[in-house]
């Protein structure tokens, strides 16, 4: 049998769009209409005229872009990119509760190998076989009549007008209906293919070349480091891990049930480190969260423009510190292009490094012979280090963790985390944890190990979903994100060398350890504990504040305050504040 889906008799040509935009509003948008279905309200036969209503909306805007869209010309090729579009939106959507959206599509677009390597599956071959090829082809050898190009023209713009007005009169009728459900369920919004990849594209392109167009601006001109330079081997060191996905409510420090941070919990105890229970992360994602906390905008001013500004990095840089940049990740999103730095993720180490891939551990081992090779003169005077973890990245959490870390079992071996049980994912997860807690461990050992001041800052990027409300994996849009991809563990160590050089007490911000903080605080705190005086510099966003002398009150917050009227430098006294920082 020869396959021939393709009808012999060529189609009139308007029906080729018509007939793209019934399978893309209908299968192509199978997992929008699954998720309306299953909605609590949707169980009243109201509610299911209201969806009809929807789908006839959805038909009805599709056959108006199509109309616009497909002319003859590139009519095949575009036919295909929305069913390929509409098939891996399907498939991300209902496999992993994920939504399309901007910065979802960032993600995507960074991607690297190994991270579709960890998503490629059986199942997802099979929606590509159902959703792009069975009919691609179809699409594809399809006869269509010719048409003289002007008729082809007034048909096609009288068929979008029309359905555009068919769209209008159904968004009228059933405006309250839609309204409500949209609003309540705002996800919803970004599930409709292929809108949501078309608003995500535009919003990107422009957002991006409007991005490149601009030079990086630079900040913290003024910034000076405060005290004498030492030497090299009694300089301060600094280390700030960046976590991947972990989520406070796996953290066994945070309360979790299960002893995920032993190692961390001992240093705890010793009264060494200190874990701050309530921090909220800038995004949903590493695209966004990354170059966010760095930044001394905080998510409010970081949201809301296009324009390039330099860092945290830039500005210890700027001060004369050493600065290095560890990632054994997807890369620093631009945070570390203007400090040395180096990738370890595909290093040869049959230990550390099976399978191509290495665990976060090697960092560690690299880090004495990448530290040697930083500037001599700016190491006398210290040296802030970042290693960017791989943390807990999904949906293979199996693979985070070498083989002696298996604490919790069975784990889950797919990255379709559907074909596990939740048990299964968690202890996959908690593995990632528990090892996340190894290599923070490993560090502090090995800081202690140094006779110079040492301290270790750990925060993570994100949260993760695993599960709850049929959502797994991260990058919701912020404002609708639960709680689970936004609520991160951020813990600090400080060597005593360290405390007798900050001159500070021990116990003087364990009053902030449960207070709300955000990733706004990092850049503030971070620049306290280096020594390093601007006016960037914000008190009130200094986690370390009441540890200055004058014993400064530390106003932890969740959004982004105004401008102080004074702000402080490190040291407690008072400078002048920039009244309108030039990119604030
Ligand atoms: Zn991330």
Not at 345 to 371: I, Q, S, W, Y
Not at 384 to 393: E, K
Not at 401 to 425: A, D, M, W, Y
Not at 503 to 530: E, I, R, Y
């Amino acid at each position: 049998m020869t396959l021939s889906l393709a009808s012999h008799r060529p189609l009139h040509p308007v029906a080729m769009p018509l007939i793209l935009a019934l399978w893309l509003s209908t299968i192509g948008n199978a997992p929008l209409w699954l998720a309306l279905l299953d909605l609590p309200e949707s169980h009243s036969p109201r509610a299911w005229l209201g969806i009809a209503g929807f789908g006839v909306v959805v038909l009805a805007s599709t056959v108006a872009f199509l109309s616009l869209l497909v002319w003859p010309r590139w009519r095949k090729p575009v036919g295909l990119v929305l069913l390929l579009i509409a098939a891996f939106n399907s498939y991300f959507m209902y496999t992993y509760g994920v939504v399309i959206d901007p910065s979802m599509l960032t993600n995507a677009v960074q991607t690297d190998a190994r991270e579709v390597r960890d998503l490629l599956s059986w199942s997802m071959l099979m929606v590509v076989m159902l959703g792009v090829l069975l009919p691609g082809w179809w699409w594809w050898k399809q006869p269509v009549q010719q048409m003289p190009a002007r008729a082809l023209v007034v048909k096609q713009i009288s068929l979008a007008v029309v359905a555009t007005l068919v769209m209008l009169v159904m968004v009228w009728l059933s405006f309250e209906n839609l309204a409500s459900t949209m609003r309540n369920h705002k996800s919803l919004r970004y599930m409709v293919n292929p809108f949501n990849t078309v608003y995500a594209t535009t919003r990107l392109v422009v957002g991006q070349s409007a991005h490149a167009s601009q030079l990086v601006q630079p900040i913290g001109a003024d910034a000076v480091l405060l005290g004498s330079a030492s030497d090299v081997d009694t300089s301060p060191l600094i280390v700030l891990v960046v976590g991947e996905t972990a989520r406070a409510a796996n953290v066994g420090l945070a309360g979790y049930d299960r002893d995920t941070t032993p190692r961390l919990k001992q240093l705890q105890d010793r009264g060494e480190l200190v874990y701050f229970s309530n921090v909220s992360s800038c995004g949903t994602n590493t695209q966004v969260s990354l170059p966010c906390m760095f930044s001394d905008l905080g998510r409010d001013g970081y949201g809301k423009t296009e324009a390039r500004f330099e860092n945290l990095l830039d500005v210890l840089q700027r001060a004369g510190l050493a600065v290095l940049w560890l990632d054994n990740q997807s890369g620093c999103k631009g945070v570390c292009d203007r400090v040395p730095h180096a990738e370890t993720r595909e290093l040869k180490d049959p230990a550390l490094c099976p399978d191509g891939e290495c665990f976060d551990e090697k960092m560690l081992r690299v880090l004495p012979e990448r530290l040697g090779q930083l500037d001599p003169v700016r190491r006398a005077r210290g040296t802030v280090v970042v290693m960017h973890q791989m943390g807990s990245h999904g949906p293979a959490y199996y693979k985070r963790t070498p083989t002696g870390f298996k604490v919790f079992t069975p784990e889950c071996r797919s990255n379709v985390l559907q074909e596990c049980s939740g048990q299964e994912i968690i202890n996959a997860y908690d593995n990632s944890v528990r090892y996340a807690d190894h290599f923070l461990g490993q560090t502090v050992a090995w800081l202690k190990s140094q006779k110079r001041p040492t301290a270790l800052v750990y925060v993570s990027d994100h949260g993760e979903s695993l599960g709850e409300k049929g959502l797994y994996l991260h990058g919701m849009p912020y404002a609708m994100a639960p709680k689970e991809q936004t609520h991160v563990p951020m813990a600090v160590w400080f060597s005593s060398p360290m405390l007798n050089h900050l001159g500070w007490d021990k116990s003087c911000w364990l009053d902030q350890t449960n207070q709300p903080v955000t990733h706004d605080n990092l850049f503030s705190s971070m620049l306290s504990l280096a020594h390093v005086q601007t006016r960037l510099y914000k008190p009130q966003l200094d986690v370390f504040s009441g540890c200055q002398s004058g014993q400064r009150q530390v106003q932890t917050v969740t959004g982004r305050p105004g401008a102080p009227e004074h702000a402080a430098n490190p040291l407690g006294t008072t400078v002048d504040a920039d009244p309108k920082p030039s990119h604030g």
